[in-house]
């Protein structure tokens, strides 16, 4: 693989219109669900307070007694613990997941609001269907014939096609972030009030960096199986069969906590800080791995397993492409 074969590799995949339209409808749910969890996250946090405010003035317990005057004082006293404890909750759930809208309000949180939606199911299932059309469609054009007669080794074409669609998705995931921050510096800020949730400049920069690393190197791991896969199947319809089929696994297991977190979709959760109930697309992945183990000595044997997973599929791929 050279430079100038992933630079034709990178014209064929970034021109394709449905590489523009996946991308593009993924940026745009970007920015959709960054106006969704603005507005209305920001609405449930007044609303939170609000009730909580009633309870401690004391009008709640006023509007009690009017209501039922013959259950008496004890009834209403209990029933404005309940609601107090109640309110209290929803305050604290309310904040947490304000905070979670406020991150699309700076530069690197948009960008990490972008980087979460790539390398979760939906970005996941775009590199999939792209990297299907462009090693499936090779073997389905019949014009791999002509690529393995230039160059008999697929793993170098592999390499090439799996590293012009991941160039093709950073720049995608570049231009989603840029849009989020656009819209959460002119329309968010302004119109959502979660400026008490914002992070200080220095975190928001490194959580930003680490979300949108993590990101490229779950993109760019699962292009290149993705682009493996499809060149083991020799088509299309083949290549998004078993990729999706691994898709699926990686999800497996996402009930129980004890084990997720030693999973490879578990290990992608913790780095991409998913979180159960967002309103980006990453629900499918459940729950945040719960563990006491650091992240680095769980992430080993995913390490382990993907490499050997690649090295395999590859060998596999370039046994069934012998040119004879």
């Known amino acids: 693989m050279t430079i100038w074969h992933v630079r034709a590799e990178l014209r064929k995949t970034a021109l394709r219109p449905l590489t523009l339209l996946l991308f593009a409808l993924l940026g745009v749910g970007c920015v959709t669900t960054a106006f969704y969890a603005q507005d209305y996250w920001s609405g449930t946090v007044q609303r939170a307070h609000e009730s909580l405010r009633n309870i401690e003035s004391g009008e709640s317990y006023r509007s009690c007694l009017e209501l039922n005057p013959k259950l008496g004082p004890e009834y209403c006293t209990r029933t404005g613990e309940r609601e107090r404890q109640l309110s209290e909750e929803w305050v604290a759930d309310s904040r947490e997941k304000a905070a979670e809208a406020a991150r699309a309000q700076t530069v690197p949180g948009a960008f990490g609001w972008a980087a979460q939606a790539f390398a979760s199911f939906p970005g996941l299932v775009v590199l999939v269907l792209l990297a299907a059309q462009s090693m499936g469609g090779e073997y389905d054009n019949r014009t791999a014939g002509n690529l393995l007669l230039a160059d008999p080794r697929i793993r170098a074409h592999i390499g090439a096609k799996a590293a012009a669609l991941w160039l093709t998705t950073a720049a995608a995931l570049c231009c989603a972030g840029a849009a989020v921050a656009v819209f959460g510096l002119v329309k968010g800020r302004p119109d959502y009030p979660l400026h008490a949730f914002h992070l200080p400049p220095g975190e928001d920069l490194l959580q930003g960096l680490r979300l949108v690393g993590g990101a490229l190197v779950v993109t760019a791991v699962w292009s290149v199986v993705a682009v493996a896969l499809t060149a083991l199947a020799r088509s299309q319809a083949g290549g998004i069969a078993r990729s999706g089929a691994l898709l699926v696994l990686l999800m497996l297991g996402s009930g129980a906590a004890w084990l997720w977190g030693w999973l490879p979709g578990g290990i992608v959760a913790d780095v991409m800080a998913f979180h159960p109930g967002d309103v980006l697309w990453n629900v499918w992945w459940g729950p945040e791995p719960v563990s006491t183990v650091p992240s680095l000595l769980r992430a080993l044997p995913t390490v382990l397993v993907t490499a ?16 004879t």
Do not use: K, Q, S
Request: proline fraction near 0%; hydrophobic fraction near 50%.
């Open 308 to 323: 050997l997973g690649i090295w395999w599929i590859t060998r596999a791929a370039e046994r069934g492409n012998e040119v």
